[in-house]
C-alpha cells in the first residue's frame, strides 16, 4: 500500500553555473563618473557662487564718493553688492560691509536708527560701549559692539553733515572669531576714503 511519501531523498534541479566576471572596470567607471559630476558641480558652484577675488591693494568704489581697500585675502560677495550704495567683502566667517545713504539728520539720530534697525533685524543685543572714532583719512563718528546668536559685530557710522551723507561700516563674525578679525576690520575702516573717488 502506498503512503504518498518518496522512497528517496528529493533530487533538486541542477543551478546552472554562471560564469564570473570582473567588477572591477565597472567600478572604477562608476567612481570614475560620480567623481567627475561632483567636481563639476564643486567647480560650478565656486565660479557662481558670487565670490570675486580681490588683489592686495585694491580700491572698491562703493559709490562715486566713497570707496575703501579690502584686507588681503578678502573678497568682494557681487550678490551683496548694490552698486552705488554697498559692497561686502568676506573672508572665512567673517564679513564686512560699507554702505552709504544719504541722511538729513544729526549723527546721534543715525546712531539711534541704526541700532533700532539692528534690533528689528533679530535678536540683537547692544554691549552699550559707544565710543567716537576718527581716522587718518578723516573719517569720524561713533561706533559700538553688538551680538546675537552665533555672531558678534561691530558697526561704525560716520556722517558729514556738509554733504549729507551717512557711512555704515559694519564688521561681522562667527562668536568666537570676532577677536581675530577685528584688527582686519580696523584696516579696512582706516582705508575708507570720501570725497572724490580715489
Known sequence: ?????????AVLPAIPRRERYGTLGGSLLVLAFVFAYVGFWLIWDESTSGKEEVR??????????V?????????????????????????????????????????????????????????VHLYGNDQSFHTGNGLTGV???????????????AYDPGAKT???????????????????????VDSVRTGARA
Open 1 to 9: 500500500m502506498h503512503s504518498g511519501q518518496p522512497s528517496g531523498p
Open 56 to 65: 592686495p591693494g585694491t580700491v572698491v568704489a562703493v559709490s562715486d564718493h
Open 67 to 123: 570707496s575703501f581697500v579690502p584686507a588681503g585675502g578678502w573678497s568682494l560677495e557681487r550678490a551683496e553688492t548694490t552698486p552705488g550704495q554697498r559692497s561686502v567683502v568676506t573672508s572665512a566667517s567673517s564679513a564686512f560691509s560699507v554702505s552709504t545713504s544719504e541722511w538729513m539728520g544729526t549723527l546721534d539720530e543715525q546712531t539711534v536708527r541704526e541700532k533700532k534697525l539692528l534690533q528689528a533685524a533679530g535678536k
Open 143 to 157: 561706533k559700538f559692539s553688538y551680538f546675537t546668536s552665533g555672531v558678534e559685530g561691530i558697526l561704525w557710522i
Open 166 to 188: 551717512v557711512v555704515t561700516l559694519n564688521g561681522q563674525s562667527a562668536s568666537g572669531a570676532l577677536p581675530s578679525a577685528a584688527g582686519e576690520f580696523q584696516q579696512m
